[in-house]
C-alpha cells in the first residue's frame, strides 16, 4: 500500500475483496482506524533493533533475584 491516505470508498472495495463487507456508514471509520494502524507500522519499520535478541532469547527464570525492592 502506498503512503496515501486510504479512502472510504478503497477501504470499502479492500473490504468487500477480503470478504467482508461494510455497511456505508462505516467506510469512514474503517478508512481512518487503517491509515492510523498504517502510520504506527510505519514507525515500527524505521526502529533500528540490530543489538536486540529475538523474544525467544529470554528467559525469565535465569534471572537474578533480589528482594530488594
Not at 23 to 38: L, S
Not at 44 to 68: C, H, I, N, Y
Amino acid at each position: 500500500m502506498s503512503s496515501a491516505e486510504l479512502t472510504p470508498s478503497e477501504a470499502a472495495r479492500w473490504a468487500a475483496r477480503a470478504g467482508l463487507p461494510l455497511p456505508d456508514d462505516r467506510h469512514v471509520a474503517v478508512a481512518v482506524t487503517a491509515d492510523h494502524i498504517h502510520s504506527v507500522v510505519a514507525v515500527l519499520r524505521e526502529l533500528d533493533f540490530g543489538d536486540t535478541p529475538p523474544a525467544g532469547a529470554f528467559r525469565a527464570q535465569e534471572g537474578k533475584r533480589d528482594a530488594a525492592v
